[in-house]
Each structure stands twice: as C-alpha cells, then as structure tokens.
C-alpha cells in the first residue's frame, strides 16, 4: 500500500475512534517513533558502556541460556 493512502487511512480511522484509552496508546507508539533521547552519564558509567562496547566487540557475550544459568547459579548461593 502506498504510503499517501496508508496515511488516509490512519487518519480517517483516528478520526472515528472516541476511546480516550486507545486515543492514549496511540499517542505514547507516536511518542516511541521521536527521536532518541540523550543521556548525561558520569565518568565511571562511561567506562562500563565502553568497556561492555569492547566485549562485545571482541564477541565476549552469552547467550541467553547461558546469562541464564548463571543468574541461576549466583542467586542459589
């Protein structure tokens, strides 16, 4: 579907709705679309960001049914 008529589309279909829940949650999925916020962090969270960028980088992660186990296996301490 072209974009121009899914347009209409949308509009017209808002235009109809008189839910004011519904009318809310399409508001916060527009909200979603904005652009990202930034954030102001502190020396010390930069270096965690950068130092968790690197492993990754270096593809020193888990996977889930590994993060998983572990969770498991610190919190049966």
Excluded: C, G, H
């Amino acid at each position: 579907m072209p974009a121009q008529s899914l347009k209409e589309k949308l509009i017209s279909k808002l235009k109809e709705i008189d839910d004011p829940a519904i009318l809310e949650e399409v508001s916060n999925l527009f909200e979603l679309q904005e652009p990202e916020t930034v954030y102001q962090v502190i020396p010390q969270q930069q270096k965690a960001i950068d130092k968790a960028r690197e492993q990754i980088k270096n593809k020193e992660t888990l996977s889930d049914n590994e993060a998983d186990k572990e969770i498991d296996e610190w919190l049966n301490k």
